[in-house]
């Protein structure tokens, strides 16, 4: 059996680990263990409650204020003492949080091999998005065998000098997750969200919290939904606000009493990821939304100046906004008073997996560890219309 250690700490992590967690699990030949920094504890907790997963390791190091030091050292002597404990064989980790890179470094430090799942996304700038881009790129020194959702992320490792051998291109996990959240009868346990007329209002979902976003572009983004609001009488804005105070402290001060904006908390995975699938479009700074709405047909307006992930907009299905109140206001209206333009991105192809990424990723383990003789085939998306 092969012993594989998984470690996250944060909401996004926890979602796109889930499915893979859930079919290692599954299968006899792996001997599976969880540990959780819960760098994040509530957000995090709502995942692992939805996907029923119960870590074997929790360090619990969250704390009020915690500064990317507090993370990265508080999870690097938990990660060091359980690692010296277990013995893995290889430790997985996801995409990019300060979790990832403690992680990395713990089992460099152990000389335990790395596996990182969606691997080689780049924006090319270390401070934006921030700590993230650096995050990924460390992981990606230290790791062994790299899983990465597109061909693009695949170029930009071989890029780097990663062996062609060690690089798998899978899809991304979060396209898997959805399969066992979305639910065409999901009833919403939020009240505002079970009161919207999803038929007759047009719904946009907004996300907005990332740490270059804070300040002056967090208030661009505000004037812009206002002034959506306020020119679209049959649209709705949901806006879930992240419990960062000071997120909360601009986003409720400028949009606290706007008609046709509701404010709310931060949503348990499966009742945001339904309301993706009910929702006109997204607007987001987040990068986990930029793949799993496409495969819903919602086009997504990225309120950032730059992605990692630039597939969906080789394939149209989403449009990089910024932080400018002008571009937000004049893109979403597009989108609100052209048809043709809605369709033309709703129906674009998605280029980030199949609903296999999981399946692929076992495949290629079981294939670097000699249990199988077969590389599995590369993911690829089918080609846009």
């Known amino acids: 059996m092969i012993k594989i250690l998984s470690i996250f700490g944060t909401r996004p992590e926890a979602i796109k680990m889930a499915p893979l967690i859930k079919a290692l699990k599954a299968d006899s030949r792996f001997d599976t263990y969880v540990c959780v920094t819960a760098q994040h504890r509530e957000m995090l907790d709502q995942v692992l409650k939805i996907f029923d997963i119960r870590p074997d390791f929790d ?9 990317l030091t507090d993370i990265t050292v508080n999870a690097l002597i938990g990660l060091e003492r359980i690692i010296k404990k277990l013995h893995p064989d290889i430790i997985l980790v996801h995409g990019d949080t300060t979790t990832t890179f403690a992680g990395s470094l713990a089992a460099f430090y152990n000389k335990v091999r790395v596996g990182h799942v969606e691997a080689g996304l780049r924006t090319y700038d270390k401070y934006s998005p921030y700590p993230e881009e650096m995050n990924r790129k460390l992981t990606g020194a230290m790791a062994d065998i790299h899983f990465s959702p597109t061909d693009t992320s695949r170029a930009n490792l071989l890029r780097e000098g990663v062996p062609e051998g060690n690089i798998y291109v899978t899809g991304n996990t979060v396209i898997d997750a959805l399969k066992t959240t979305i639910n065409k009868d999901f009833k919403f346990y939020t009240e505002e969200l079970k009161k ?3 038929d007759g209002k047009k719904v946009l979902m907004v996300t907005a919290h990332r740490r270059e976003n804070l300040g002056k572009p967090l208030e661009n983004i505000c004037r812009a939904l206002k002034k959506i609001a306020e020119n679209h009488k049959n649209v709705e804005i949901i806006y879930a606000v992240h419990k960062n105070p000071a997120v909360r402290a601009t986003v409720f001060g ?8 509701k404010l709310l908390d931060p949503l348990d995975v499966d009742e945001m990821h339904n309301l993706m699938d009910k929702c006109f479009m997204v607007l987001t700074d987040s990068g986990g939304l930029q793949e799993e709405a496409p495969s819903l047909g919602k086009p997504v307006l990225v309120l950032r100046s730059e992605t990692e992930r630039p597939e969906a907009i080789k394939f149209g299905t989403v449009k990089l906004a910024g932080a400018d109140e002008k571009r937000i206001f004049e893109m979403a209206n597009t989108l609100l008073t052209d048809e043709k333009e809605y369709l033309r991105m709703a129906n674009a192809v998605n280029p980030y997996g199949d609903g296999r990424a999981s399946e692929r990723i076992i495949d290629s383990l079981l294939y670097y560890f ?5 590389r599995p085939e590369d993911f690829r998306p089918p080609t846009n219309q």
Not at 59 to 67: E, G, P, S
Not at 370 to 374: A, E, F, L, N
């Open 59 to 67: 360090l619990d190091i969250m704390k009020d204020r915690q500064t």
């Open 196 to 198: 919207l007329d999803y």
């Open 254 to 261: 400028m949009l606290g009493n706007v008609p046709g904006v």
């Open 370 to 374: 000699g249990v199988s003789g077969t």
